[in-house]
């Protein structure tokens, strides 16, 4: 008897112990994640702002754009925050406002006039404003596996009648009970019996809301008990508020697409597209309502149901007094009201792409997907739908039967950002992103790197120097032979070095580069970025390899911007939940190559655009706006590439077969008119002409690289790194002393490219 | 605590087994454009190209402000808002040479002479009259 006892009590003991350790287990887990993690908040992914000045280059339609994708409402007079009024180039904006890194933009009703294709005035009620910027387009999101989305209330913005409501149809008894509700589990069974279906659930909003936060969703007695004893220790360790507004933020109510949609603030935009706070009786009731089946109360897939349930939980506010009787016969009168535009969110996978790639350099993906921080990036909504509609033109022409595919890389080569981006024909189909991820040979477009080396040794080579193209045999090894061809079969015998390049000739690039050596081409074209996938082979003078759209924008990149290499970057600033910013981005110039050769190399590659296979451009660009670019041709025209620059864009455009097969294009029949098409339609400036210190123009004879005077044969100016002028002279006089008076400088701008047309 | 640690390998194992998160876009959201426009848009057709040695003249003054609050911030040493503010000061007119001769001020101040000097070379190509050239000459010895 003794004995029995004793073992029972022993029993009680572990029990108690065993219990009481689960207990103090189940407060840790509550007590660590109840408070500083909430819910997981994804990344929120924005656009560059757009920045509104006197002077701003940017037409009336772009504004327009900018304000259709940001949801702006057109009304006839802006009253409220979110409406845009126009008459014609006249934009009467009331702003929303945002706090960016640096600072507060306050929503505030503009005034904004154009002129042309310039922003004329902006004024604001006040006067005039000297700079403001738009909220930025929310572009998508860094989701956590499982895809949720999250858009947080606070309790006070939501509406009283959706609180009361939720309790009134959830948990009655929510501001009396303990965590659980005997009272509430007796009642809903009764309810459900009186009326002969379930319209209620035992549970409370406590319960649930543990149920959802912690627990699986399995129905066993032991996980029902776990969350009993947490919803008590729940309402332990936080008041009633924070229980009903974590619950209003976790409740799932549905999918949109692959993420799923948590919370009432988020579905509110997902399902009406507006604030919680603007929500009517008649769409608070409809949330409420898809609580208990988010997918069988779906009103997109069912909404008779939907609307029946809706009408249910109508019929419970009035009866509990949450409502009068009136509101709910006019709230069961309206429609379901129904958000009907589609969203933009993520509708930019290619460059959201290229933001994760970035970020996961830095971050890891639990911090992306939890903390909730905002990223700012360099991405362009203008830009981007510029890249994709000239995408989608071009192609269509060159490629009728969609058989080709095209990536795009753009960039403000100022200042090293990614504006806009193309993975692929279908620009807003996620999959395989196509300007990271082909691994294609360049052709001409590495040529560039050869003749940068030989500028830079100005002792040796200038732009005059001439070059032969005769046939060239080079021995690799073995028995084997590399002999490479013109495109055109052809040799030319001597060219001047800038017009071997205007003209892409493969036998005088390929013998300067054996000339110069393999290692100081690969040693060039690290320099300008591209270190990976360069196979150290003489056809690599001719573009062997495997490079990206995006390895050959870091490469024009470099040149573009003079010889500076800088990182491409996607992203300006990381701000965290708070609204503190924990990284920038800064733009850091790196000096990889001599200015005054970079500058000698640009005036190659306009050549190319104004007397050599980069002539197509000026179809689509006016004639006297300036660029400079470089055409690439692949073996059997596989690949068909152009990259280019004006005075404000940089871009790289690359058409080619997924299953690697031949295109029949080259570079100057298919990717420069992508490029050309979207240079005309988005570049605001041309490439100007600055001279660096250092370089002196000088007349020279276009037959054989001679010096010469204006005015004599074949005379063209050139421009040369300060002693590197040719030393041989043809034997006529100048006409008119030389390029430094005023006079002349003009004449020698005007024939810089005098040959070409 | 125990719980805690297998709570924890739990849940790492569960995320290393899910496979990566990957989004869908929602097709046809937004549509493209249709209208080719390269007929209509002739980007400043009207501007000369001639500007030599000559810095463009800018198409706005609009960020002389930031330019002076990024004076301020780096009297008062944060250097990092003052590059944000050069920065969106460039993004509003990349051909400023103004605008460099700010950064490469910044980055001197800051101590970092390397980018000083990358910043002022840059912004060289930029610059018009003796005295901004010269300032800017200043910083690239």
Redesign the interface.
Known sequence: MLRTSHLLLKLVLVSFVVGG?FVI?LD??IT?TFNDKMWDLPAKVYA?PL?L?????LSPDDLSYELD?LGYRPVTSARNRGEVSRFRNRFEIYTRGFDF??EREPGRRVLIEFSG??VKSVSASGGGI??MRLEPVRI?G??????EDRVLARLDDVPLSLRQGLMAVEDRDFNQHWGFSVVGISRAALSNVRSGQVVAGGSTITQQLVKNYYLTSERTIVRKLTELVMAVLLELHYDKDQILESYINEVYLGQE???SVHGFALASQHYFDKPLERLGLHEQALMIGMIKGPSLYNPQRNPKRALERRNLVLELMAAQGVISPEQATVARAMPLGLNKK??????F?AF?DLVRRQLRRDYR??DL?TQGLSIFTSFDPLLQ?KL???T??VMDQLDPRDELQSATVVT?F??G?VAALSGGRK????GFNRALDVRRPAGSLLKPATYLVALERPREYSLATRLSDAPLTVKLGGAKLWQPKNFDLQSHGDVLLYQALAKSYNLASARLGMELGLDSVIDMLARLGVEQGVPRVPALLLGAGEYSPMDMAAMYQSIA??G?RMPLRSI??IVDANGT?LK?Y??????TAS?QSVHLLHYALRAVVREGTGRGVYR?L?E???VAGKTGTTNDGRDSWFAGFS??LLAVSWIGRDDNGSTKLTGGSGALKVWA?FM??A???????????GIQPQWIDNRNGYLTGDGCPNSRMLPFIIGSEPTQRTNCSPRQSGPKSGSG??TW?ESLFGGGG | ?F??LV?RIAALSF?AV?????????????S???????AV?????R???????SA?PS??T?????LAKADQATNRGDY??A???L??A???D??SAEVYLG?AKTHSAKGDDM?AR??A??G???CSGKIQCDALRGYTR
């Open positions: 350790l287990y840790a887990r660590a560059r920045e000045f006197a002077g701003a280059p994708v890194p640096d294709d310039r000297d700079l998508g860094i989701y956590p596996q499982h895809g697409g692959r993420h589609r969203r933009i969110r993520d509708s996978p959201l993906d639990e997907t739908r994709e509609s000239s989608t033109i403000r100022d200042t950002e620009p807003r189909f996620a911007a003079g500076f300006r600033d910013s920038r800064a733009l850091e110039y790196d000096r200015i689509y006016p006297n706006f300036a005075g404000d098409h005309a339609s570049s605001k400036q041309p490439l100007a002409y600055r001279m660096p210190d400088i003009k701008f | 605590m719980f805690q709570f995320f899910v496979p990566a998160c990957s989004t869908l876009p929602e097709s046809g959201s937004v493209v454009e249709k209208a080719p426009q390269h848009v002739t980007p400043d057709a501007v000369p190209d001639v500007p030599f040695r463009t198409a706005s609009a960020w002389k402000p930031l990092e808002q590059m944000a503010l920065e969106r460039q993004r509003i990349p051909d950064m980018q990358a910043t070379e840059r060289l190509l930029y």
